[in-house]
């Protein structure tokens, strides 16, 4: 079955990190976080772009670092200094294929 798995969601104080997982099964590959807090629209967090190089939410930029393992198929989100304001369900998403994963719970108390 063709799915992306992520993990690494939690609750995790002001100013502490968290690294999300996305594990990604053959024949496809994820490239993007994208965070939905309630109320409201999902929104681009963090993504590889098809020619390799990455983009940010202005919001996460010098916090936040996407990276893969290729080996792996794996997709991972490193969140340093985290903000009350980073709330949210994460989704991985593979844009060749528009599959999105099932989301992981991120909390950050103040």
């Known amino acids: 079955q063709v799915q992306l798995v992520e993990s690494g969601g939690g609750l995790v104080q002001a100013g502490g990190s968290l690294r999300l997982s996305c594990a990604a099964s053959?024949?496809?590959?994820?490239d993007g976080w994208y965070r939905q807090a309630p109320g409201n629209k999902r929104e681009l967090v963090a993504a590889?772009?098809?020619?390799?190089?990455?983009n940010y939410a202005d919001s996460v930029k010098g916090r936040f670092t996407i990276s893969r393992d290729n080996a792996k198929n794996t997709l991972y989100l490193q969140m340093n200094s985290l903000k009350p304001e980073d709330t949210a369900v994460y989704y991985c998403?593979?844009?060749?294929?528009?599959?999105w994963g099932q989301g992981t719970q991120v909390t950050v108390s103040s």
């Open positions: 998403h593979a844009s060749p294929w528009d599959i």
């Open positions: 053959r024949a496809i590959f994820s």
């Open positions: 590889f772009t098809t020619g390799g190089s990455k």
